[in-house]
């Protein structure tokens, strides 16, 4: 397989880059940036010097790359609102496209109009694409040709919620979920606010009350309940480069800690990438840094009869280019490790 | 007046004693340590060169203090449940003492020892003494002997939240609150997991679920509604060195958005040290750092119908050394903001 | 006085505006920003809330500055090259000028020539000019209109340096310095080399061999020594907010230390922003944070006959703003240290 | 190979841990801990999860670990001091033994007495042992039992340095070297020193004039040189976890960077984990991050005659665990670059 990256400029493109140089199954073929074309990647990155091999950045032309026969299957690391320009035509010369942009990530085009502001360019190709938690996700995305990568904020929160909710361990109501993720979330944007000297010892919340990765959260957590859920999700802004800690209240649930921990084992107790840890133990961003794993707990909370989910992950990895290349590894028959150890 | 502080050699400490050092009002008479005696304040503290005036750390005898006659008032920035044996010698010498430990800021014996897993030592002291933020506490506090300044967390959540159940404003459910801390909240302990190389890069939910501070929120709370509140409350620990950032979540209030300014801009328009943000503008804890203020604002969110507010305060000013030395400055008669701008 | 700051949005302006603001002397009446016209300081700057008084950026026009009749005394706080086209209008209009960028530092229009890469536009005006560290610089230039302050690493570097040559205690040869700087010390630049992610978790050398700095430092250098000194010097990017720390290496200088400690004790024993510490004692950035002082000391390693000075300041007080207004206090006749204790 | 790590409680015991757990050529069959004993590897270091494959630390005795029939090669990742108790048993039973303390790194019980404050336990072992940089170490070094690994600033110093001494690109006078080092460095220490707020936002030289490693680079650049070597060696403290950035000057060697950047090439142009920089280009400790990579490149400053040059490793990988490894792989004959890639 010949794989693509469109977008390689910014940190997620960085960090599939790097896990797709070392990837055994695979050939990086061809990395695009409209800025860095023409320079090798080895010295737009020297955190890959002598791993590179000579590839260079070449141009991004949406018509070109369709056109490109040994192109099998392409990662788009976009901005919003770029990355369809891109999807749609490679989708249409038969290429494999795994988007980890939010263009796509959305069922409905009325919620995607409501949080961007604008109707969603090409609506019709919102149902055939589809959005993939590969441990959560039903079989039958691979029938695809376009998946939508979560959001890193998503990823953090679905893992451990969605399941509870698909089973009935709760029922939607009083959720209240606050996350707090490192700068690289932002993408590398040169905006003030992300200067060192701002960022440094400094901590906010920010995006209240209607973040753009709310939409995302709902519309899934919603389809697993089979009504809709409504959630109070607050994110912060913390002086970390990399990772995401979530921490979920739901109010209310009364003492269902076991039957819980039933669900997520028997959902999760053989994935690689997930480690349900014992209540009482906290995970912590700094474990799951740089690995492709999410850690989370969960306590039972007497006093408020409510329950307690705290998560941690690396947002550039299980959160954004880390689960994308998960999925490629499940779409193309490939271990579901692969790349990732 | 003549100043003593009891315990210098923590992070609380080292902010009151340069507070001090400098306030207009106050002599700094007696500045004590078990582990710094004999050593000059300048020689511990690099930061205060030029500004110590030769002062030294004593060693820290609760006799010998209280039997000082030129001691007027003394500060303790002691460990919890060392502080409670020195309070009482000097209150009974006749000294304004103003305990910035955890030991005296209940009411509820029994609330104490659910919490700190023993019997009070003192309980008949409980009530001789007043948990005193200056802009809520009722009048009267002047005439005790020992004032308890309260925690870094609560002061965090209570200045903003406790008007609105003393108004009746919210009904006391669905209380969620998650706070951010700085490392130096955790004061400086020679642990592991307080090493540089442990907590940068780092955060993590702890204390879960129920943190010490949790009993004196809850209390004051409980007081102002004049029914029982309870309430969720989640620490975190982040990498910066000050600070504390707080999310409060009121589910299902309804809008209730403009009746909470208008008490909060009736209670705290005038107040120095409290600075009510307009609804959308978010705190930050870069811009308390080193000041005594606490920002706060608040938002409704209609799809939840629920009240947010997020706080940020720096955790050694407002949160411990700031807020005792306004206590003092209230207390002596001196003007509010004396030595602290 | 009526003192004005021209360009004061990066963050020696916003220093400077702080310490301005509480300064028991002088009357803050301008501030401008072509960027942030009309906008409030404390909005801009919510570190200042309670402390701005309604005072709000204006445009900056040097004609328009140069004809306020209220205005005596400005600070420039704007970008090499741009500070020149304000100060010579102001200056001949009869204000005191006190320039923070490089435009007036050096003497030489040659060696501002080859080290800037473009003739000065105002040759003649660097004679009329005097560039001051208060400590160090001979009466006398109190007379002049137009005072250049120091850059960052050069007061690090002349203060503890320049006696030892002035007094011939070293020779002026081999003299190798190295500086660690942290980010503010770049400016308010939106370049993807001053990302909170970029600039988080690096350290490396920059500015190799040329840094703009050693035209300043070593013209003062020749000055002081009256014959030619070359150095070796080092700049270096740190994750810290504040702060610069320099080591000085003076190779085969012989056991100088006493003679050395004389000369530093006798110049800057009564100096209030200048601690010589004794030997062995290593000045740390963190102790002079937002203070206006340098901390130095020196030793003498028997093995390589040479001397070694270590020195911290911090590079927006004591290495721009806070010095600025030292400057400005002893100018007008004020306490040296109104303002900056 | 059955492959020990003894003392793998520490920093660098972590990083060989999780690099031996994933080594493809070797079986990490004994992990010792005195504090540790008992506890799994996954429980410790959870950033390990399910990668320990159930392994769990033993006690750390010098007679039993020898004694034992299975264990083919030995990591010493203890304090200086302690690791030459376990050396000796463990090379008498036959076993490879890889020390990376600095029990062992130098030849001369005479400096190891002058540096260390008392003599060698063992002195005659330190002929029998050899000090290796793998790029640098004359062939012959894989006869000995006992390997010491460089320490983490002599390697980031010796790999520019030394062969400009051996092939007399320079003549070894006039040799300034500063480094920065992260927290990490120090070791996992509880002491006050390398608490999380007290070397955050910090910067300051420390360990003038007679650092323990110096002794170790001198020896290294005499032997290479064939003449006494005297530097002039200066360690910084600066806030990141891991990493170290050297800048090494050297006065009146004339322009031979040519000569320079050939040997370096001719030497050092086929290695895996060495980087020779165009002249120009800057190393940044970011790029060598969690790498077993040194970069490094040169400058000829006309104005003094002066040759720089700046090099940056991770002080965990090629400053310690990565290069134990490296070792590991050429003396047992495996690829060079397994389980470091």
Not at 23 to 37: D, E, K, M, Q, Y
Not at 43 to 53: A, K, Q
Not at 159 to 181: E, R
Not at 231 to 243: A, C, E, K, M, W
Request: hydrophobic share 40%; proline share 6%.
């Amino acid at each position: 397989m010949n794989i693509g990256i469109v977008g390689a400029s910014g940190y997620s493109g960085e960090v599939l880059l790097s896990l797709l140089l070392d990837h055994p199954n695979i050939s990086l073929s061809t990395v695009t940036s409209r800025t860095l074309a023409g320079k090798s990647v080895e010295s737009v990155f020297p955190h890959l010097r002598n791993r590179g091999g000579g590839l260079k950045f070449t141009i991004s032309d949406p018509d070109q790359l369709a056109a490109d026969p040994d192109l099998d299957l392409v990662f788009l690391a976009l901005p919003h609102g770029v990355a369809s320009e891109y999807a749609i035509p490679l989708c249409k010369s038969g290429k494999k496209v795994i988007d980890l942009s939010a263009d796509f990530r959305l069922n409905s085009s009325e919620i995607y109009e409501d949080y961007y502001g604008h109707p969603h360019p090409f609506p019709n190709w919102l149902e055939k694409s589809a959005y993939v938690i590969p441990e959560i996700t039903d079989d039958g995305w691979q029938n695809n040709r376009l998946i939508a990568a979560p959001g890193c904020y998503p990823t953090s929160i679905l893992v451990p919620l969605l399941p509870l909710l698909k089973n009935n361990i709760i029922d939607g109501s009083g959720i209240v979920i606050n996350s707090m993720s490192g700068v690289s979330g932002a993408g590398k944007k040169l905006a003030e606010d992300y200067l060192y000297c701002e960022r440094n010892e400094s901590v906010k919340a920010y995006g209240l009350v209607k973040h753009r990765h709310l939409s995302e959260i709902e519309e899934q957590l919603t389809l697993a309940a089979k009504k809709e859920i409504v959630i109070q999700f607050t994110p912060h802004l913390i002086p970390i480069n990399r990772g995401i800690a979530t921490t979920i209240t739901i109010a209310n649930t009364g003492n269902c800690l076991n039957e819980a921990y039933e669900v997520w084992n028997e959902l999760y107790g053989e994935k690689p990438f997930i480690s349900v840890l014992e209540s009482g133990q906290t995970p912590d961003t700094k474990y799951v840094f740089q690995t492709n794993r999410i850690d989370f707990s969960a306590t039972y909370d007497p006093r408020t009869e409510s329950l307690l989910i705290t998560s941690a992950e690396d947002n550039l990895m299980k959160g954004a280019a880390g689960q994308a290349i998960q999925i490629m590894n499940l779409w193309c028959g490939y271990e579901e490790t692969a790349g990732l150890l």
